[in-house]
């Protein structure tokens, strides 16, 4: 268990903070400015999935080190865990809904970040910089 706290520290902490978003009372936030970009709840979701997702398998890659074929069947996992919140927002909570549109936003956003790693999955500057500014990892070059 501990080996995974450590390895997938940045994912874990990205699942925790979208729980938190997703199972939040927003009644008291003023929407007015949200108006401007329509269907603006559907682009919160594809971000929140597209960061979750491309952190996941990033990770998953620097430490197993596996093909983008290998990385593409674990994308099941960041779709599931959305699905569970839609679940969790419908039936534990009277002022959020489950939404068959938001599960489509976080699909897009699981699929993007696949395709965002494919093509930054040898960037040293974002290996280094980004993911891991404090470490180095044997696959890091």
């Known amino acids: 268990m501990l080996y ?15 729980t938190v978003l997703s199972l939040l009372n927003t009644s008291n936030i003023k929407t007015d400015s949200f108006k401007i970009i329509p269907h603006f709840d559907k682009v919160v979701h594809f971000l929140m999935y597209f960061t979750l997702g491309f952190v ?10 596996k093909t983008l074929k290998r990385i593409s069947k ?11 919140m839609e679940i969790l927002q419908f039936s534990m909570t009277n002022y959020r809904s489950g939404d068959w549109w938001d599960m489509l ?24 910089c980004v ?3 404090y470490r180095q990892s044997k696959f890091i070059t």
């Open 4 to 18: 995974y706290l450590k390895k997938y520290n940045k994912t874990i902490g990205i699942i925790c903070l979208i």
């Open 131 to 133: 993911l891991f500014p």
């Open 74 to 84: 674990i994308l099941i996992l960041p779709l599931i865990y959305g699905g569970i």
């Open 105 to 128: 936003a976080n699909g897009c956003g699981i699929i993007a970040a696949f395709f965002a790693v494919s093509l930054f999955k040898n960037n040293s500057f974002i290996k280094t």
């Open 56 to 65: 996941f398998m990033f990770e998953y890659y620097l430490h197993h080190h």
